[in-house]
Protein backbone atom coordinates (compact mmCIF):
# COMPACT_ATOMS: atom_id res chain seq x y z
CA UNK A 1 0.00 0.00 0.00
CA UNK A 2 2.60 2.31 0.75
CA UNK A 3 4.43 2.06 -2.23
CA UNK A 4 1.12 2.53 -4.27
CA UNK A 5 0.43 5.67 -2.38
CA UNK A 6 4.01 6.86 -3.15
CA UNK A 7 3.43 6.16 -6.48
CA UNK A 8 0.39 8.20 -6.54
CA UNK A 9 1.54 10.93 -4.65
CA UNK A 10 4.65 11.56 -7.63
CA UNK A 11 1.50 11.22 -10.18
CA UNK A 12 -0.83 13.62 -8.76
CA UNK A 13 -3.35 13.88 -11.71
CA UNK A 14 -7.02 13.69 -10.70
CA UNK A 15 -7.75 9.98 -10.82
CA UNK A 16 -4.86 9.62 -7.97
CA UNK A 17 -5.80 12.82 -6.20
CA UNK A 18 -9.29 11.00 -5.81
CA UNK A 19 -7.93 7.93 -4.25
CA UNK A 20 -5.55 8.78 -2.06
CA UNK A 21 -8.66 11.79 -0.47
CA UNK A 22 -10.79 8.36 -0.67
CA UNK A 23 -7.85 6.97 1.75
CA UNK A 24 -7.66 9.68 3.69
CA UNK A 25 -11.65 10.03 4.22
CA UNK A 26 -11.57 6.11 5.39
CA UNK A 27 -10.45 5.19 8.42
CA UNK A 28 -6.79 4.43 6.92
CA UNK A 29 -4.95 7.61 8.35
CA UNK A 30 -3.32 9.39 5.83
CA UNK A 31 -3.35 13.40 5.95
CA UNK A 32 -4.98 15.90 3.09
CA UNK A 33 -2.52 18.50 3.53
CA UNK A 34 0.02 15.97 1.14
CA UNK A 35 -2.15 15.47 -1.57
CA UNK A 36 -4.64 18.97 -2.33
CA UNK A 37 -1.85 21.54 -1.78
CA UNK A 38 0.49 19.56 -4.50
CA UNK A 39 -1.65 19.10 -6.57
CA UNK A 40 -3.13 22.71 -6.71
CA UNK A 41 0.62 23.74 -6.45
CA UNK A 42 0.79 21.64 -9.69
CA UNK A 43 -2.47 23.66 -10.82
CA UNK A 44 -0.89 26.89 -10.59
CA UNK A 45 2.19 25.46 -12.89
CA UNK A 46 -0.24 24.67 -15.81
CA UNK A 47 -0.65 21.32 -15.25
CA UNK A 48 -3.78 20.87 -13.89
CA UNK A 49 -6.93 22.89 -13.61
CA UNK A 50 -7.33 23.98 -9.35
CA UNK A 51 -11.11 23.98 -9.49
CA UNK A 52 -10.96 20.29 -10.99
CA UNK A 53 -8.29 19.39 -8.39
CA UNK A 54 -10.58 20.47 -5.52
CA UNK A 55 -13.65 19.34 -7.11
CA UNK A 56 -12.13 15.58 -7.52
CA UNK A 57 -10.57 15.73 -4.03
CA UNK A 58 -13.91 16.57 -2.67
CA UNK A 59 -15.36 13.62 -4.77
CA UNK A 60 -12.31 11.20 -3.18
CA UNK A 61 -13.49 12.51 0.22
CA UNK A 62 -17.24 11.40 -0.01
CA UNK A 63 -16.26 8.19 -1.36
CA UNK A 64 -14.37 7.55 1.76
CA UNK A 65 -16.54 9.07 4.07
CA UNK A 66 -19.27 6.87 2.74
CA UNK A 67 -17.42 3.65 3.07
CA UNK A 68 -17.19 4.42 6.87
CA UNK A 69 -21.04 5.73 6.62
CA UNK A 70 -22.08 2.32 5.10
CA UNK A 71 -19.65 0.14 7.65
CA UNK A 72 -21.10 1.95 10.64
CA UNK A 73 -24.10 1.87 9.30
CA UNK A 74 -24.67 -1.55 8.54
CA UNK A 75 -22.32 -3.28 11.04
CA UNK A 76 -23.00 -1.01 14.02
CA UNK A 77 -21.33 -0.02 17.26
CA UNK A 78 -20.32 -2.90 18.53
CA UNK A 79 -18.37 -4.20 15.34
CA UNK A 80 -16.64 -0.65 15.03
CA UNK A 81 -14.98 -0.40 18.53
CA UNK A 82 -14.01 -4.26 17.97
CA UNK A 83 -12.52 -3.16 14.91
CA UNK A 84 -10.60 0.21 16.44
CA UNK A 85 -9.20 -1.98 19.38
CA UNK A 86 -7.55 -4.76 16.87
CA UNK A 87 -4.20 -4.73 15.78
CA UNK A 88 -5.07 -3.56 12.31
CA UNK A 89 -7.17 -0.67 14.52
CA UNK A 90 -4.68 0.36 16.08
CA UNK A 91 -2.13 0.40 12.86
CA UNK A 92 -4.48 2.25 11.02
CA UNK A 93 -3.90 4.66 14.37
CA UNK A 94 -7.22 4.49 15.50
CA UNK A 95 -8.20 3.35 19.38
CA UNK A 96 -11.05 3.77 21.82
CA UNK A 97 -10.68 6.86 22.73
CA UNK A 98 -10.63 8.73 19.62
CA UNK A 99 -13.92 6.96 18.70
CA UNK A 100 -15.38 7.77 21.57
CA UNK A 101 -14.17 11.65 21.16
CA UNK A 102 -15.71 11.27 17.71
CA UNK A 103 -18.94 10.60 19.13
CA UNK A 104 -19.03 12.85 21.98
CA UNK A 105 -18.17 15.51 18.86
CA UNK A 106 -21.49 14.15 16.95
CA UNK A 107 -23.74 14.19 19.94
CA UNK A 108 -22.67 17.66 21.31
CA UNK A 109 -23.28 19.26 17.42
CA UNK A 110 -25.72 16.72 15.76
CA UNK A 111 -25.76 16.44 12.44
CA UNK A 112 -24.42 19.83 11.57
CA UNK A 113 -21.27 18.14 13.24
CA UNK A 114 -20.66 15.96 9.61
CA UNK A 115 -20.09 19.41 8.04
CA UNK A 116 -18.26 21.50 10.78
CA UNK A 117 -16.15 18.20 11.89
CA UNK A 118 -14.76 17.89 8.23
CA UNK A 119 -12.16 21.09 9.60
CA UNK A 120 -11.24 19.67 13.22
CA UNK A 121 -7.98 18.10 13.28
CA UNK A 122 -8.35 14.19 14.98
CA UNK A 123 -12.16 14.22 14.14
CA UNK A 124 -12.50 14.85 10.39
CA UNK A 125 -11.88 11.21 9.40
CA UNK A 126 -13.85 9.87 12.21
CA UNK A 127 -17.29 12.07 11.83
CA UNK A 128 -18.31 9.86 9.25
CA UNK A 129 -18.46 6.79 11.54
CA UNK A 130 -21.19 8.42 14.24
CA UNK A 131 -23.05 9.61 11.45
CA UNK A 132 -23.60 5.63 10.12
CA UNK A 133 -24.40 4.75 13.54
CA UNK A 134 -26.86 7.39 14.78
CA UNK A 135 -28.68 6.34 11.22
CA UNK A 136 -28.40 9.82 9.90
CA UNK A 137 -30.28 10.03 6.80
CA UNK A 138 -27.75 9.57 3.86
CA UNK A 139 -28.87 12.37 1.56
CA UNK A 140 -27.85 14.98 4.33
CA UNK A 141 -24.87 12.84 5.13
CA UNK A 142 -23.60 13.13 1.54
CA UNK A 143 -24.73 17.00 1.37
CA UNK A 144 -22.73 18.06 4.57
CA UNK A 145 -19.89 16.20 3.56
CA UNK A 146 -19.56 17.67 0.32
CA UNK A 147 -20.19 21.33 1.81
CA UNK A 148 -17.17 20.60 4.65
CA UNK A 149 -14.43 18.30 2.38
CA UNK A 150 -15.11 21.20 -0.19
CA UNK A 151 -14.17 23.68 2.22
CA UNK A 152 -11.59 22.32 3.98
CA UNK A 153 -10.09 21.10 0.21
CA UNK A 154 -10.49 24.67 -0.98
CA UNK A 155 -8.65 26.22 1.64
CA UNK A 156 -5.89 23.62 0.83
CA UNK A 157 -5.74 24.17 -2.80
CA UNK A 158 -5.57 28.25 -2.04
CA UNK A 159 -2.77 27.60 -0.18
CA UNK A 160 -1.09 25.31 -2.45
CA UNK A 161 -1.65 27.62 -4.84
CA UNK A 162 -0.55 30.60 -3.26
CA UNK A 163 2.94 28.72 -2.50
CA UNK A 164 3.95 28.38 -6.08
CA UNK A 165 5.69 31.48 -6.65
CA UNK A 166 7.07 31.32 -3.22
CA UNK A 167 8.46 28.09 -2.29
CA UNK A 168 9.93 25.75 -4.70
CA UNK A 169 8.20 22.35 -4.61
CA UNK A 170 10.55 20.22 -2.40
CA UNK A 171 9.98 22.83 -0.08
CA UNK A 172 6.09 22.74 0.03
CA UNK A 173 4.89 20.17 2.79
CA UNK A 174 7.31 22.12 5.33
CA UNK A 175 5.49 25.41 3.94
CA UNK A 176 2.02 23.95 4.23
CA UNK A 177 2.48 22.65 7.89
CA UNK A 178 3.56 26.00 9.30
CA UNK A 179 -0.25 26.93 8.17
CA UNK A 180 -2.15 24.26 10.03
CA UNK A 181 -2.33 26.06 13.37
CA UNK A 182 -4.85 28.66 11.06
CA UNK A 183 -6.45 26.08 8.54
CA UNK A 184 -9.25 25.47 11.02
CA UNK A 185 -10.13 28.67 11.98
CA UNK A 186 -9.76 29.77 7.90
CA UNK A 187 -12.66 26.71 7.36
CA UNK A 188 -14.36 27.70 10.35
CA UNK A 189 -14.85 31.47 9.23
CA UNK A 190 -15.72 30.30 5.86
CA UNK A 191 -18.36 27.91 7.31
CA UNK A 192 -19.92 31.29 9.20
CA UNK A 193 -19.71 33.24 6.05
CA UNK A 194 -21.91 30.05 4.16
CA UNK A 195 -24.33 29.70 6.97
CA UNK A 196 -24.76 34.09 7.48
CA UNK A 197 -25.61 33.48 3.42
CA UNK A 198 -28.44 30.88 4.16
CA UNK A 199 -29.71 33.03 6.58
CA UNK A 200 -29.85 36.01 4.59
CA UNK A 201 -30.88 34.30 1.65
CA UNK A 202 -33.52 32.70 3.65
CA UNK A 203 -34.69 35.90 5.17
CA UNK A 204 -34.81 37.99 1.98
CA UNK A 205 -37.41 34.77 0.79
CA UNK A 206 -39.64 35.30 3.33
CA UNK A 207 -39.80 38.26 3.18
CA UNK A 208 -40.35 38.25 -0.87
CA UNK A 209 -43.41 35.52 0.19
CA UNK A 210 -44.85 37.71 2.56
CA UNK A 211 -44.91 40.84 0.07
CA UNK A 212 -46.60 38.36 -1.92
CA UNK A 213 -49.77 37.80 0.01
Known sequence: MESVIQWCLDNLNYWTITFLMAIESSFIPFPSEVVVPPAA????????????????????????????????????????????????GHLCMLSQEKMERAEAYFREHGISSTLVGRLVPAVRQLISIPAGLSKMKFHIFILFTFIGAGVWNTILACIGYGLHSVVPMDQLTAAVSEYKPYLTIGGIILFLIFVGFLVVSGLKKNKSDLKEK
Not at 55 to 83: E, H, P, Q
Open 41 to 88: YKAAAGELNVIFVVLFATIGAIIGATINYVISYTLGRTFVYWFVNTKF
